[in-house]
């Protein structure tokens, strides 16, 4: 069984720009697509429960709380041998973000927006990274952000309630315990349309576009569909990754 994420900069199957990594049941990563910076060279991963795919890069979180990572490091983004304890994971185009099993976060790569900043966050229980900016979400519904916030895409902090979260690269998406969708940023391709959706459980997010699975195992999509990324409206049974 392989569960689909939707993703364009950023756990089953999930998306780079030019590469796909998949997880496999038995603990095996697979990848395919342009491998120009070694993205793809996860062949012998084992014992991975997570993976999370950005631009030139692939990280992937083994069973006792340790990351891996393959491709593009130069601006200290694969610096993540040193994280332990870590629950859940996000690539960014040039930063890596983390959850450890103590609610605390962590980050590694590019900080020219302050996407890094935020060492000092607490009781958080999931991480999503976009193209500048980091979202994490708290155990009581709130939502921190961090860096740029020219685009609105950190424009979150009277969200309350929220279940889980995506970054795409300018917006940001959750999913409320009442199966509504919030949405910040950048609009321009229709991505933050998505306050009509319910009964939604969880939510992906691409450069440009947002899928929300439905509890029934269908997708909503709103946003870019230029390349065909928003023909889901046949799909059905799909599942929460990892469920």
């Known amino acids: 069984m392989v569960a689909v994420a939707a993703g364009a900069v950023h756990t089953a199957a999930n998306t780079g720009r030019s590469h796909t990594v998949g ?18 060279d996860v062949a012998a991963w084992r014992d991975v429960i997570a993976v999370a795919a950005g631009w030139r890069r692939t990280l992937g979180l ?37 959850v450890r099993a103590d609610g605390s976060a962590l980050a590694a790569g590019s900080n020219r927006r302050g996407q890094c900043a935020v060492g000092g966050r607490r009781d958080l229980t999931a991480i999503a990274a976009g193209y500048l900016h980091i979202v994490a979400l708290r155990r009581d519904g709130r939502v921190h952000a961090a860096g740029d916030r020219t ?52 939510v992906a997010a691409g450069s440009t576009h947002t899928l929300g699975l439905r509890a029934d195992g269908t997708v909503a999509s709103a946003g870019n569909n230029a390349s065909g990324q928003c023909d889901v409206g046949s799909w059905s049974g799909i599942q929460v990754p990892g469920a």
């Open 23 to 40: 997880l496999r049941a038995d603990g095996t990563v697979l990848a395919t697509g342009w491998n120009g910076d070694g993205q793809c």
């Open 62 to 98: 083994l069973a006792d709380g340790t990351v891996l990572a393959a491709g593009r490091g130069s601006e200290g983004q694969c610096d993540v041998q040193s994280w332990r304890e870590v629950v859940a994971l996000s690539c960014g185009d040039w930063h890596s973000a983390g």
């Open 151 to 202: 685009t609105g895409a950190c424009d979150v902090g009277e969200w309350e309630d929220v279940v889980a979260l995506a970054a795409g690269s300018y917006h940001t998406v959750g999913a409320t315990g009442s199966g509504r969708v919030l949405a910040a940023g950048d609009n321009s391709h229709g991505q933050c349309a998505v306050g009509g959706w319910r009964d939604i459980v969880a």
